[in-house]
Nanobody, 121 residues
C-alpha cells in the first residue's frame, strides 16, 4: 500500500523558513512533487523532482526561494522554503507518480494528506 506522509508545516513570520518532509513507502516512483492549495484557490504545482537523476522543476512564484531535494536512502522528499511570504500560505501536498511524464505538473496518482503552512505578515 502506497503511503505519503508529510510533516514540517506550521506558522512562521514573513521572511522566515520552513522545511517540509514527505516520507514515501509502498513502491518506487518516477517523480515526486509538492503542490499547494490556498483558501478559495485551485491547487497549484510548486516543485517536482525526478527520483532517478534528481532533475528538478519549480513554479515561477517560488524559484530562488524554495528548494526540492530527495534522500534515496530514506525514501523522503523535502521542500526547503526560505524567504516565505504571506502569499505562500496554503495547505501543501506531497504527490508521487510511478509513471514518467515530461510535464512535471501532470500524472500524479498518489497524494499525501497535506500539511498547513501559514505565513504571517
Amino acid at each position: 500500500q502506497v503511503q505519503l506522509v508529510e510533516s514540517g508545516g506550521g506558522l512562521v513570520q514573513a521572511g522566515g523558513s520552513l522545511r517540509l518532509s514527505c516520507a514515501a513507502s509502498g513502491r518506487t516512483f518516477s517523480t515526486m512533487a509538492w503542490f499547494r492549495q490556498a483558501p478559495g484557490k485551485e491547487r497549484e504545482f510548486v516543485a517536482g523532482i525526478r527520483w532517478s537523476g534528481g532533475s528538478t522543476n519549480y513554479a515561477d512564484s517560488v524559484k530562488g526561494r524554495f528548494t526540492i531535494s530527495r534522500d534515496n536512502a530514506k525514501n523522503t522528499v523535502y521542500l526547503q522554503m526560505n524567504s516565505l511570504k504571506p502569499e505562500d500560505t496554503a495547505v501543501y501536498y506531497c504527490a508521487a507518480s510511478a509513471v514518467y511524464h515530461s510535464d512535471y505538473k501532470r500524472g500524479y496518482l498518489y497524494w499525501g494528506q497535506g500539511t498547513q503552512v501559514t505565513v504571517s505578515s
